[in-house]
């Protein structure tokens, strides 16, 4: 059972920075935060994945709070291309199970 | 450029027949993990290998499922006898270690009718 909430979807327009917060209240100490993309026909690929404060790479910066209860992955200027479903995953009690929830449908339009 | 292999990448089938899916994991990854992806359903994990041994494979019908790693380059999901119900497509992903990047394959997208 997925252990994580999400917005079902959202929507946007190109240039703008998107922000998707995933709560995740029964987080476990040593369970890592990560965030995959999946466009149509594909499968999910990896964005990002920190454990607290911020963690930041080439495509998004992903924040966490110090409780932990919540992460909000950043995309900015965001473009066409960028239109798919964010998947957030937290840890499986301290396995390394990768448990997907529901997902936020991301559209971006011109 | 290194990537999950799955075969094939679609198969249509008649109720009652044997399905196998065949995924070639990253050289090197030592977890392998099964998904379904339905519209329904999402994204639902039916197995996963460590060091080609089972670790967990609750997420899987026992009665007609079965997953294996004969060795370290394949792992197989076979659906014996298939039912329409299981018209999905199946994802192989793999994975170096634990709180690391996990790639997925391109998939099986699998019709019974």
Not at chain 2, 70 to 78: E, I, M, N, Q, V
Not at chain 2, 81 to 92: G, K, L, N, Q, W
């Amino acid at each position: 059972l997925a252990k994580t909430t999400q917005p079902i979807s959202m929507d946007s327009y190109e240039g703008q920075e998107v922000n998707i917060t995933c709560s995740h209240n029964n987080i476990a100490t040593n369970d890592y935060i990560t965030w995959y993309q999946q466009f149509p026909s594909q499968g999910p690929r990896f964005i990002i994945q920190g454990y607290k404060t911020k963690v930041t790479n080439e495509v998004a910066s992903l924040f966490i709070p110090a409780d932990r209860k919540s992460s909000t992955l950043s995309l900015p200027r965001v473009s066409l291309s960028d239109t798919a479903v964010y998947y957030c995953l937290v840890g499986d009690d301290g396995t390394d199970k990768l448990i997907f929830g529901t997902g936020t449908r991301l559209q971006v339009f011109p | 450029d290194a990537r999950v292999t799955q075969t094939p990448r679609h198969k249509v089938t008649e109720m009652g027949q044997e399905v196998t899916m065949r995924c070639q994991p990253i050289l090197g990854h030592n977890t392998v993990f099964w998904y379904r992806q339905t519209m329904m359903q999402g994204l639902e994990l039916l197995a996963y290998f460590r060091n080609r041994a089972p670790l967990d494979d609750s997420g899987m019908p026992k009665d007609r499922f079965s997953a294996e790693m004969p060795d370290a380059t394949l792992a197989t999901l076979k659906i014996q006898p298939s039912e329409p119900r299981d018209s999905a497509v199946y994802f192989c992903a793999s994975q170096d270690g634990m709180n690391t990047e996990a790639f997925f394959g391109q998939g099986t997208r699998l019709t019974v009718v």
